[in-house]
């Protein structure tokens, strides 16, 4: 009889898949990584399959259960004190409300993500949540609210190429002629 994957195992065989577009049999190891990990009580990688196994449900398109596992990786990440997990799960929140077109939600989350990310100084990931924040606004028209936001993106960039730096330089000029600033 041969033993059982590890739950390590099975999180590696679940990327594999993943990265070789193997979404749904992906997502099923992805469930048995998490069983697993739940089992041993290792609960940041319980919720880190969790996590994956929300943005896969996304893309495949069934929101509703997206939404209650993503909702459940956020919980748990938030309970063992992981900030950065908790803020990439409420950006993938974000995202997945976003699509739905709930664009309340949606700036909830990214702007509860940016906000965490800030405070744990990951620049980067609180410049691209800010980003994903300005694209969905520019989606729905609110050209005002999308510059505010895409400028907020730039300015949390720890470096800007100089095409960024040209194009921060613009939206504020956009903004003064707005009236924002």
Known sequence: MTPSPSPQALKDEGMRLFQQGKRREALAVFEQAAATFAAQEDFGNQAEMLNNMGVILRVLGDGETAATTLTQAANLFQQIGDASRHAQTLG????????????????????????????????????????????????????????????????????????????????????RLLGSQ
Do not use: C
């Open 92 to 175: 993938n929140l974000g995202d997945l409300y976003a699509g739905q077109k709930k664009y309340t939600e949606a700036a909830r989350h990214y702007s509860d993500a940016a906000a965490q990310f800030a405070q744990s100084n990951e620049k980067e990931k609180q410049a691209q949540v800010l980003r994903a924040l300005s694209l969905m606004e520019l989606r729905r028209g609110q050209w005002v609210a999308a510059v505010m936001r895409m400028e907020d993106s730039l300015q949390a960039r720890p470096r800007l190429s100089f095409p960024q730096r040209l194009f921060k330089w613009l939206i504020r000029f956009a903004n």
